[in-house]
């Protein structure tokens, strides 16, 4: 692909997010948008487009919700203030994650803190539950872990068919994650962290889901998909999928 055309995609791939950034918010995220408990995770906002995707994934006032290995904390606190204080969020991490990155939990465990409608839940990879049904299961950038060795390995089977237990009927299930070579499956899981697309949908929809649909927001045409998402040609500007899902209801 010569670089004029790399060049025309990212423009293109830019206005298709700005274009979507341009809808309103729903008035629940817009409040969580300004949230002043998030000033910090707020700033990368711009990149990220939390807003934008909880708007997408349908978060509503008094939802119950699965921060599904929340990471540094960024979608917690939109997804907190976005179902307020007669929703809930149940922070996932599994055991083996957390033996391997466990140096995440405890900043983690200060910034949940904060927020009285966040509960902490530590389980096996293999084991996933909730303590009640939920209306949405949103993970960022984790799912490609699972097929891995440190995680189990646990087969993406078992934890999709989990979610759809978990679920409530018509719930949501909502996986972003970094984009791997068309055909690759899961070939780049662990050496790039990187999932092909096709493949997450094919494991989702073979556990009962149905696909409603994607969003081009974190879409980054110039990532060719062969480089390491840590390389810092890449770095926080990789190509991204973003999958809905629904529990038939």
């Known amino acids: 692909m010569n670089m004029q055309r790399v060049a025309a995609l990212a423009l293109l791939a830019t206005a298709c997010a700005l274009a979507a950034s341009a809808e309103p918010l729903p008035a629940n995220i817009a409040a969580a ?34 921060d599904l290995i929340p990471g540094g904390g960024y979608w917690t606190s939109l997804l907190s203030a976005s179902v307020g204080s007669n929703g809930h969020v149940y922070a996932v991490w599994p055991a083996e994650y957390v033996k391997v990155d466990g140096d995440e939990v405890k900043p983690y465990r200060d910034l949940a803190a904060k927020y009285a409608n966040v509960s902490i839940l530590e389980q096996p990879a293999a084991g996933f539950t909730a303590p009640d049904k939920v209306d949405l299961v949103f993970t960022a950038q984790n799912y490609h872990d699972y097929p891995d060795k440190f995680m ?23 996986i972003v994650d970094h984009v791997a070579q068309a055909g690759s499956g899961l070939r780049d899981t662990d050496t790039l962290h990187r999932i092909d697309p096709a493949t997450v949908k094919s494991q989702v929809t073979a556990a009962g889901f149905q696909f409603v649909g994607e969003s081009k927001l974190l879409a980054h045409p110039a990532d060719d998909h062969t480089k390491k998402v840590f390389d810092k040609s890449v770095q926080g500007h990789t190509d991204q999928f973003i999958y809905k899902f629904r529990k038939p209801g």
Do not use: C, S
């Open 33 to 66: 948008e300004k949230d002043p408990a998030r000033a910090e995770q707020a700033k990368a906002d711009g990149v990220r487009h939390g807003p934008e995707i909880l708007a997408f994934a349908g978060v509503q006032p008094g939802a119950k919700v699965v």
């Open 152 to 174: 189990g390995p646990t087969d993406p089977a078992v934890l999709n068919k989990a979610v759809f237990a978990a679920l409530k009927p018509g719930g949501t299930y909502l």
